[in-house]
């Protein structure tokens, strides 16, 4: 059954965050602010369902049509003049098929949008298992670093931990088989590298 479309406030930003995941954000714009404002009334009187908005990934001045389905957790300050910081978090993610720059009578943008399945449990490929284990051996000559505790069963456990740039973990997660395998598996083999260029620095030489 094809998943039910809805309204939903927009507010495009260079983040791409997993379900539970959250993150600060500071509230300047007049547009943000009404739609912070809205929220913050919902989240007030636990209107749970009406404590969410979008967040599309934007980036590079393209704005995609996927994003993190998110609400409002706390404002932590209010600073002169309105402007504010909030901290957010993920619930879940989206697609859009409409997106209107402003929705009349507001002033923020919103789209009609439908619920989208990342795929965040799709278990990792054995070769994958052995190039992250190889990558934890790595990792664990840091003395900051505890491996035990990164999980690395799922797609959702690697994203969580391995550190990857916005754009990218927002290509991996919209991916889908034969490309999300090959993304991946370079994504793996760049850390690799990098973290042996480390060591071999860390021991007194730069590799060639």
Known sequence: MASRSYSLPLFPLGIFL?????????????????????????????????????????????????????????????????????????????????FLKVADPKLYPSGEVIERDMRLSQPLSAPQKDAVRNIKTLLGQRPDVDVSLLASHTIQDLTSWLGLPPAQKHRLLVSSGEKRTAFLDGVLRWTTLVLQQEVHIKDGFFPN
């Open 18 to 98: 997993l379900p539970g995941e959250r993150t600060g954000l500071h509230i300047f714009e007049p547009r943000y602010r009404q739609l912070v404002a809205e929220l913050e009334a919902a989240l007030t009187t636990g209107q749970e369902e009406a404590n969410r908005f979008g967040i599309p990934f934007h980036f590079e001045d393209v704005t995609a049509r996927t994003g993190c389905l998110a609400r409002l957790v706390e404002v932590k300050k209010v600073h002169p003049g309105g402007r504010k910081d909030i901290v957010v978090e993920c619930v879940g993610h989206f697609e859009a098929t409409r």
